[in-house]
């Protein structure tokens, strides 16, 4: 059995706030390589698909993200504290406390929050500032609009209780992607992220679930 592996992965805000509150546990992301058909996607065991590149010569990709077992610490918007703005990323101290604007939560570590720091891009976020660690459970490749109900609501979709005497309604928090259909919020989430066209065409997708576990 090889030996699992850990790699980055970027979360938006709301998404972040979505795996916290243990509503988001599955991922949706393009696949690089296209197949032409069903027949591009094979398999070397349970949760281990790849696609068939279309040159012979070169290796069949696999999920960028990793296999069943492997872990992703994710990557998201931070800040450090303000007196050390002008120090990149990679030569802060590893006790510097973060911030963390999606919830608004400070991780003390060492010295403490004096006033909170410039926003810090989520891509910029070292391995030792993450504070989410996530193990993947399954992967699977999809045309994207195959999504089920229950796979949007995964993605961190819920139901919107602030005017129930509506019915029900689906959304993003923090986005809006109101539908009376949870495909539809998901699909107004893909589109605000990949462009208007981008579920039209609907792409094969490495879908990607997983469990929030202790970092």
């Known amino acids: 059995m090889s030996q699992a592996k850990e790699r980055p992965i970027l ?8 795996i916290l509150d243990g509503r988001k546990t599955v ?12 027949g591009d996607i094979g398999s070397y065991g349970v949760g281990q698909p790849f696609i068939r ?3 012979p010569a070169k290796r069949n990709p696999e999920c960028p993200y990793g296999r069943p077992g492997d872990r992703l610490w994710v ?10 703005d002008s120090i990149t990323p990679r030569d802060l101290s590893h006790g510097e406390p973060i911030a963390y604007p999606a919830d608004g939560s400070v991780r003390q570590t060492g ?52 005017h129930a005497e509506l019915g029900d309604w689906w959304h ?9 259909d ?6 107004l989430l893909w589109t605000g992220i990949n462009g208007a066209e981008s579920w039209e065409v609907n792409p094969w997708v490495w879908v990607v679930e997983f469990k929030r576990i202790q970092p």
Do not use: N
């Open 11 to 18: 979360f938006s805000a709301p998404m972040v706030r979505a």
């Open 27 to 38: 991922t949706r992301r393009p696949a690089r390589i296209q197949p032409r058909s069903k």
């Open 53 to 55: 590149h279309p040159d």
């Open 75 to 84: 990557r998201e918007a931070w800040a450090a504290d303000a007196q050390v």
């Open 111 to 162: 010295c403490a929050m004096i006033s909170q720091g410039r926003g810090r891009p989520s891509i910029h976020m070292p391995r030792w500032a993450s504070r989410i660690l996530l193990e993947i459970t399954d992967v699977r490749v999809e045309r994207l609009q195959h999504i089920t109900e229950d796979q949007a609501k995964a993605e961190g979709v819920r139901l919107y209780t602030d």
């Open 172 to 180: 993003v928090e923090g986005i809006e992607t109101y539908s009376s």
């Open 182 to 187: 949870p495909r539809k919020s998901f699909e």
